[in-house]
Nanobody, 111 residues
Framework: QVQLVESGGGSVRPGGSLRLSCAASGTISNITLMAWYRQAPGKQREWVATVTKGGSTIYADSVKGRFSISRDNAKNTVYLQMNSLKPEDTAVYYC?????WGQGTQVTVSS
C-alpha cells in the first residue's frame, strides 16, 4: 500500500493559482482511481476531482472549469492545478489512492 505526501499549498489572493502535488511512495500505474478531496474549517471533507488510470477526469461542479487534475505515472505523482481561486476554496486538500490518504496541504485564499 502506497503512502502519499501532498505539497504545494500556500496562501494566495483571489484569482490566483496554485499547483498541488501528491507524491506516492510506490507505483501508481496500477491504481485505477486517484483523487483529491478538501476539508474546509467546520465542514465535512468533500470530493474535488478524480483521474483514472487512463487519464480520464471528473470534477465537482464547484471547481469545474477552474481546476485540473492530472497524473504522471512515471513520477508516481498526481497534480491538481487550481486557477481562478476563490475564498471558498480555502481548505486542507488531501490526496487519496484506494483506501490511503495523505496528510493534507493547506490552501488559503484571501485578500
Amino acid at each position: 500500500q502506497v503512502q502519499l505526501v501532498e505539497s504545494g499549498g500556500g496562501s494566495v489572493r483571489p484569482g490566483g493559482s496554485l499547483r498541488l502535488s501528491c507524491a506516492a511512495s510506490g507505483t501508481i500505474s496500477n491504481i485505477t482511481l486517484m483523487a483529491w478531496y478538501r476539508q474546509a474549517p467546520g465542514k465535512q471533507r468533500e470530493w474535488v476531482a478524480t483521474v483514472t488510470k487512463g487519464g480520464s477526469t471528473i470534477y465537482a461542479d464547484s471547481v469545474k472549469g477552474r481546476f485540473s487534475i492530472s497524473r504522471d505515472n512515471a513520477k508516481n505523482t498526481v497534480y491538481l492545478q487550481m486557477n481562478s481561486l476563490k475564498p471558498e476554496d480555502t481548505a486542507v486538500y488531501y490526496c487519496k489512492a484506494q483506501a490511503t490518504w495523505g496528510q493534507g496541504t493547506q490552501v488559503t485564499v484571501s485578500s
